[in-house]
């Protein structure tokens, strides 16, 4: 069975940091390109970050440059975001997501539908 588990959420103050994890078991993500997405609540689903499968292409969306960090650990079959200056518009359900690509490179890759491996979330709320 293929399965993605994120965690390493929870509740941080403005400023504040989190690292999450996704855990992939039943395959191994060396051949997957991983985005990092997060949904807040009455929003659509939106990419925050991709690593391509061998971890040398990052991308971020604008509003996390510069705060977020994508990584992983192929023989560890993990992906982490480190997430630093959390802000309170941070706040959402983050989900990881697999996908195979020419290359292993992030392709359309803030695309919901071009997903089939989702992990569950976890929740990253940002507050005072």
């Known amino acids: 069975q293929l399965q993605l588990v994120e965690s390493g959420g929870g509740l941080v103050q403005p400023g504040g940091s989190l690292r999450l994890s996704c855990a992939a078991s039943g395959f191994t993500l060396d051949n997957y390109a991983v985005t990092w997405f997060r949904q807040a609540p009455g929003k659509e689903r939106e990419g925050v970050s991709c690593?391509?499968?061998?971890?040398?292409?990052?991308n971020y969306a604008n509003s996390v440059k510069g705060r977020f960090t994508i990584s992983r650990d192929n023989a560890k079959n993990m992906v982490y975001l480190q997430m630093n200056s959390l802000k309170p518009e941070d706040t959402a359900v983050y989900y990881c997501a697999a996908r195979r690509t020419m290359l292993g490179l992030c392709v359309s890759s803030f695309l919901t539908t071009s997903y089939n491996n989702w992990g569950q979330g976890t929740q990253v709320t940002v507050s005072s």
């Open positions: 690593i391509s499968s061998g971890g040398s292409i990052t």
